[in-house]
């Protein structure tokens, strides 16, 4: 099974702040199927990003995804007060599917 | 857009049997396109995926979960359902049902979550 470990924990961050979390792999993920989802507290996880490095439909611009192999990186360029939740990535090119641990983006 | 919806008891008792249901509308289970998925979350905790079906006969299930676990179709309901038994305290989880985007691999369809329903907590205790 592929272990994600994702970092850090918790980052604290204020808004208009760039965040960027990261997400490695216990070994290279196939096709660099890799998805980022976004959960705020009392609400289900939201698709953020999917294949690394696209958006899915409706996300605004200011997310990105990149890397490839065992490394990748959520950027979050300009922290709006929306954006303080949990992230978690995804990996989906094995099975079984894994989950990170999440990142908890919080206000500084 | 697709909506998702759980439904079940909120408490089971240890060693019994776990069933939810997942409502969809505005959309069909049976397009083809789309993966119908469970995944659960413990209180404080990250996400564990459950499994995922496919037209009636073809699911895809958590090798840590398989030997208690099935995952049904209902098409004529728009439904598709979960259950899992032999349940402990471990079970305690809010439970999502998703939709899934299937994509090919090597060998595997692996596949993304894209729509979640608002998730049902289920508590096991006697």
């Known amino acids: 099974e592929i272990v994600l470990t994702q970092s850090p924990g918790t980052q604290s961050l204020s808004p208009g702040e760039r965040a960027t979390l990261s997400c490695r792999a216990s070994?290279?993920?196939?096709?660099?199927?890799l998805a980022w989802y976004q959960q705020k507290p009392g609400q289900a996880p939201r698709l953020l990003i999917y294949?690394?490095?696209s958006r899915a439909t409706g996300i605004p611009d200011r997310f990105s995804g990149s890397g490839s192999g065992t490394d990748f990186i959520l950027t979050i360029s300009r922290l709006e007060p929306e954006d303080f939740a949990v992230y978690y990535c995804?990996?989906?090119?094995?099975?079984?599917?894994?989950f990170g641990a999440g990142t908890k983006v919080d206000i500084k | 857009q697709v909506q998702l919806q759980e439904s079940g008891p909120g408490l089971v008792k240890p060693s019994q049997t776990l069933s939810l249901t997942c409502t969809v509308s505005?959309?069909?289970?049976?397009?083809?396109?789309?993966?119908w998925s469970w995944i659960r979350q413990p209180a404080g905790k990250g996400l564990e995926w459950i499994g995922r079906?496919?037209?009636?006969?073809?699911?895809h299930y958590n090798p840590s979960l398989q030997s208690r676990l099935t995952i049904s179709l209902d098409t004529s309901k728009n439904q598709f359902s979960l259950k899992l038994s032999s349940v402990t305290a471990a079970d305690t989880a809010v439970y999502y049902c998703?939709?899934?985007?299937?994509?090919?691999?090597?060998?595997?369809?692996?596949?993304?979550?894209?729509?979640w329903g608002q998730g049902a907590l289920v508590t096991v205790s006697s």
């Open positions: 505005g959309g069909s289970i049976t397009s083809g396109s789309f993966y």
């Open positions: 995804q990996q989906y090119g094995t099975s079984p599917l894994t």
């Open positions: 998703a939709r899934a985007v299937p994509s090919k691999a090597l060998d595997f369809w692996g596949y993304y979550f894209d729509s």
């Open positions: 070994q290279s993920v196939t096709s660099n199927y």
């Open positions: 079906i496919w037209t009636s006969v073809s699911t």
């Open positions: 294949g690394a490095s």
